[in-house]
């Protein structure tokens, strides 16, 4: 299975982006999928998942109202909205999939995209 995500970049405080994450190799659409980010000096921390049955999705408080998790089966994409972006969200941001639906384990992993909130 193979991640690929993109769509990051430099945004002012306050801006909005969309992350894509392309998937291949596997059945994206029996996977859960998440985000999760990766500031400089700390640990990568959850940001967003959704679940593949009935697409449940669950996002961290820091982001909650700001973020939305959605996917498109048909495209095997999982996508990151986010809005009102603050410099606390620069980081490098990373999707994950779960094959085995746990929703506590990601067995594979993308290489991430930088996203810099800056003015």
């Known amino acids: 299975v193979q991640l690929q995500a993109s769509g990051g970049g430099l945004v002012q405080p306050g801006g909005s982006l969309r992350l894509s994450c392309a998937v291949s190799g596997g059945t994206f659409s029996t996977y859960n999928m998440g985000w999760f980010r990766q500031a400089p000096g700390k640990e990568r921390e959850f940001v967003a998942s959704i679940g593949w049955k009935r697409g449940f999705t669950r996002v961290a408080d820091s982001v909650k109202g700001r973020f939305t998790v959605f996917r498109n089966n048909a495209k095997s994409t999982l996508y990151l909205q986010m809005n009102s972006l603050k410099p606390e969200d620069t980081a490098v941001y990373y999707c994950?999939?779960?094959?085995?639906?746990?929703?506590?384990?990601?067995?594979?992993w993308g290489p991430g995209t930088q996203v810099t909130v800056s003015s």
């Open positions: 994950a999939a779960d094959p085995r639906n746990t929703a506590r384990d990601y067995d594979y």
